[in-house]
């Protein structure tokens, strides 16, 4: 079986896994768009309607209002890599927002989760 390339995973067929990883931790569903509209720039409308859209990760990040200038600050490894070496800005996009779902779980405060 042939694995998709992550760019290439709908972003609504993450997004609930990202919230039941959130959940299991005893946080909200508000902390994680919290923290991709921090990332991405979508507002609650804008994430909505790409949640509706079955948009890939690549167009969900082409299609972002603005990433954050901040988010070459998240550091640190998510699968064994280290988010600020990745050379393919789609990947590293997606991987910063791996990282800002792992803070949440780890629970970390919002604060210093959004730098």
């Not at 959130?22 to 804008?46: F, M, P």
Request: net charge neutral.
């Amino acid at each position: 079986m042939a694995r998709t390339p992550i760019t290439d995973m709908t972003f609504s067929s993450i997004y609930p896994l990202y919230l039941q990883k959130v959940a299991r931790k005893g946080h909200t569903e508000a902390e994680l768009n919290t923290v991709i509209s921090w990332l991405t720039g979508y507002d609650e409308q804008g994430l909505q309607e790409q949640l509706k859209s079955a948009a890939t990760f690549s167009t969900f990040f082409a299609q972002a209002p603005q990433i954050n200038p901040h988010a070459s600050r998240i550091k640190g490894v998510i699968c064994g890599v280290r988010v600020e070496d990745i050379e393919d800005p789609t990947v590293q996009q997606i991987r910063y927002l791996d990282k800002l779902v792992d803070e949440i779980a780890k629970g970390k405060k919002m604060t210093n989760i959004l730098r």
